[in-house]
RNA sequence: GGACCUGUGGUGCAGCUUGGAGUGCACGCCGGCCUGUCAAGCCGGAGGCCGCGGGUUCAAAUCCCGUCAGGUCCGCCA
């Protein structure tokens, strides 16, 4: 597994194998277990980065858990009967091995072994070095190292160059807010650290180089979540002269080359799916594709008909993923749930064979349906008996926002879910909805390029400007996105113009951007992606920390150092600040 | 800013609904025994501000209020 160890030890616990049975070999790591046998004879797994062997000692020395120690001795067979197949190194040991303590170690907090019970997420972080020790925590490590290195020889064959940018940035106001670093030299003045290289990687494009990446840390100083951390890491890229399909393309093969690299597998699909169709299909912009319960759209079905609750703009409904049977508590919970997400009511319908062998529902307004109701509810969602049908009228993008909600959660909670499934989403509007001064808001960046027949609407109709941005999905969690940038000064200010920021703000706040595209912009675009997010699916994780060597809490606290902390009050005063009592904290 | 779940020897849990002596289980730790175990086994032992503060009560791990910490989510994340 890792080639040419040196020093103190001539092999790694996992190369311990019937292949070298005979050889001498010294091992060093920390002693996993201490089974004693009498005066004479001890057992001692010795566990390093690479798995585990077991070592034979006949002397009695004091030896305890999470010691350092090497381990001098003969490979063997381990005697008859004595083989333990579920270690790579299980048909051998050290035997005769003669030991050295290279450090004591006080008594763990808690076992560092995968087949425990995990102590709370609290106590793991306080000794994080401690859980790092813990195999899957250093497969995941590893594996993450794994697709970092695929990534970037992936990006390094198509010609992409990895170049640095500051990480002493200067504040934008708009986005995600910023972690600011006050300046020693020009007190009372600021940096922030970058939420991206966004702005960055244009000025490289405008530079000449055409074709940049980079594995860059951003940091984000808004809540955290289990797939949200103040710093992540993303694989950050931008290329010149290229169309939306050339990145695509490039990232595909990237995140295709750094999934093999994890998990062995390859020729996964990358199907795409615009925006519009994701949210009538799927009610979400980033839909979990490893199950269908796909959404219909029923309100044909329903007009004119005065049924009130259904004769709506929109009816959405969609075949509940069930695990046995919906019994009529849990039915009542989900229109529980439905409201609690913003819908009027959840509509449920089971399907059910008559007496006379005909189709007939169980549902609070079963008396208000027709048959043919019915019947083209059945044929339209493919339902078969058994099946309840869970459906939401409204606004269009309300029902769609309830029942995507609904759909992810009642799938991932009884579905057995498994594989990779990846999704592009394309054709984003470039605005989503309006502010309250009746500017519409940028759904990406405001850099971004409008898709070209759109152009005409931008003042008109902007909701329905449809903006050259594309998502990269996987297993519904969205990990990133990019798009093909404006580099023509006239459809920026356009751009600028439609979200109501002025010349004179816009100048002010990216002025140094605008100014460099004046001076020969290419066309470019790019894309960016959240590697904590791939390595923690890639690795089965539900949350990112679990791929993070040192995460903080959902409070922010680092909780092995103690951080944030106060910091000396001359400090302070040499950048010219103080902290005001109220906000002081103990 | 908000909602919900959790907090009991070093660790994981039970106890809380219906208040009555820190009671129980598993692991770990310490000591002893043990020559083929492998999450070794057997015997013995130590270890607790029941997160913290307040309230109700004759009496609080248990009920109430507040607070801190961990988690999940909403808002937030151009």
């Not at 004479?40 to 999470?66: A, K, M, N, Y």
Request: glycine share 8%.
């Amino acid at each position: 597994m890792l080639a040419n160890p040196k020093g103190l030890r001539s092999h790694y616990a996992s190369a311990v194998t019937d292949e070298i049975i005979g050889h001498e070999v010294s091992v060093c790591g920390w002693i996993a277990s201490v089974r004693e046998h009498g005066e004479h004879l001890t057992f001692i797994d010795l566990r390093d980065s690479t798995g585990v062997v077991q070592c034979v000692i006949s002397d009695r020395i004091e030896l305890h858990p999470e010691w350092v120690i090497r381990v001098v001795g003969k490979v063997s067979k381990r005697p008859g009967g004595t083989e333990n197949p579920t270690l790579p190194s299980g048909q051998v040991e050290i035997s005769d091995a003669s030991l050295e303590v290279l450090s004591k170690a006080n008594a763990v907090p808690f076992s560092v072994s995968d087949q425990k019970d995990l102590p709370d997420e609290s106590v793991r972080l306080r000794y994080r070095f401690v859980d790092l020790r813990r195999a899957r925590l250093q497969r995941n490590i590893r594996t993450r190292a794994q697709i970092n290195k695929a990534i970037r020889h992936s990006l390094e064959s198509f010609g992409f160059l990895e170049i640095e940018t500051p990480m002493l940035w200067t504040p934008t106001p708009e986005g995600a807010r910023e972690f600011s670093v006050p300046s020693r030299l020009q007190p009372g003045n600021f940096y922030v650290l970058p939420q991206s290289p966004q702005i960055a990687k244009q000025l490289l494009m405008v530079s000449g180089f055409d074709r940049y990446y980079q594995i860059a840390r951003c940091m984000r100083d808004e809540d955290l979540r289990s797939d949200r951390q103040f710093e992540f890491t993303q694989l950050d890229l931008e290329a010149s002269f290229v169309t939306q399909e050339d990145v695509r393309e490039f990232i595909t093969q990237a995140v295709s080359d750094a999934t093999q690299a994890a998990t062995g597998q390859s020729n996964l699909a990358f199907p795409s799916i615009t925006y519009r169709e994701a949210i009538a299909r799927y009610g979400s912009d980033k839909p979990d594709i490893r199950f269908g319960h796909e959404i219909f759209e029923l309100s044909d079905l329903f007009a004119g008909s005065g049924i009130r609750a259904l004769d709506q703009p929109s009816v959405g409904a969609f075949i509940a993923p069930a695990k046995g049977e919906f019994s009529r508590s849990k039915l009542d919970q989900l229109v529980d749930r439905a409201k609690a997400l913003g819908a009027a009511g959840l509509l449920w319908f089971r399907i059910k064979q008559g007496t006379d062998g005909s189709l007939e529902v169980d549902s609070p307004i079963a008396k208000f349906l027709k048959n043919e109701h019915i019947a083209e509810i059945v044929t339209r969602l493919g339902a078969k008996t058994g099946d309840v049908v869970l459906a939401v009228s409204g606004e269009f993008k309300a029902t769609r926002s309830v029942l995507g909600t609904l759909r992810t959660e009642l799938g991932r909670a009884n579905l057995e879910l498994e594989g990779l499934r990846y999704l592009w989403v394309i054709d984003f509007p470039m605005f989503e909805g309006l502010d309250d001064a009746g500017n519409p808001i940028a759904a990406h960046h405001p850099f971004t390029m409008p898709n070209a027949d759109d152009f005409e609407l931008m003042f008109s109709d902007p909701l329905a400007v449809r903006a050259q941005s594309y998502d990269l999905v996987l297993n519904g969690w969205e990990l990133g996105s990019g798009s093909i940038r404006i580099h023509d000064p006239k459809i920026q200010s356009d751009v600028f113009k439609a979200l109501g920021i002025s010349d004179e703000v816009a100048n002010q706040r990216f002025g140094f951007l605008l100014d460099a595209f004046g001076f020969g912009a290419p066309p470019h675009g790019g894309f960016a992606f959240g590697i904590d997010r791939l390595a923690a699916l890639l690795c089965g994780e539900d949350t990112i920390r679990e791929v993070i060597a040192f995460p903080k809490t959902q409070s922010g606290l680092d909780l092995m150092t103690g951080a944030p902390k106060q910091i000396a009050k001359d400090t302070l005063q040499s950048y010219g600040l103080a902290i005001s009592e109220s906000q002081k904290k103990a």
